[in-house]
């Protein structure tokens, strides 16, 4: 089963193009009415989709997105920590990329 809190993708570009297509479409949807009439709402259709709902789910997947692997939340005895994930060689900080969100 998927995790239903998770709004992010598998790369920050395929997230980044996600919010292109999605804003660009809302965008047009609005500035095309005048010459298309309501035709042109189709398009929102299209932005709501790419952003798999709602502009605001967007955000916060792009955030996930970027702290994916970076971040390590742990939980025990009902308080939940939220720390920097570290590496298995050396213990630096630094991201790994087959580091998987838990």
Not at 29 to 52: E, I, K, M, Q, T
Request: with cysteine.
């Amino acid at each position: 089963m998927t995790d239903r809190r998770n709004f992010g993708s598998s790369s920050v570009p395929r997230h980044l193009a996600r919010g292109v297509v999605g804003f660009g479409a809302l965008i047009a949807s609005v500035a095309l009415l005048p010459v298309v009439g309501p035709a042109g709402l189709l398009l929102a259709g299209v932005g709501v989709l790419a952003f798999r709902g709602c502009p605001t789910c967007w955000v916060i997947g792009l955030a996930q997105t970027i702290s994916m692997g970076r971040l390590r939340r742990s939980c025990s005895d009902g308080v939940c920590e939220l720390k920097v994930a570290t590496s298995a060689v050396g213990g630096d900080a630094r991201p790994r990329r087959d580091a998987t969100p838990t």
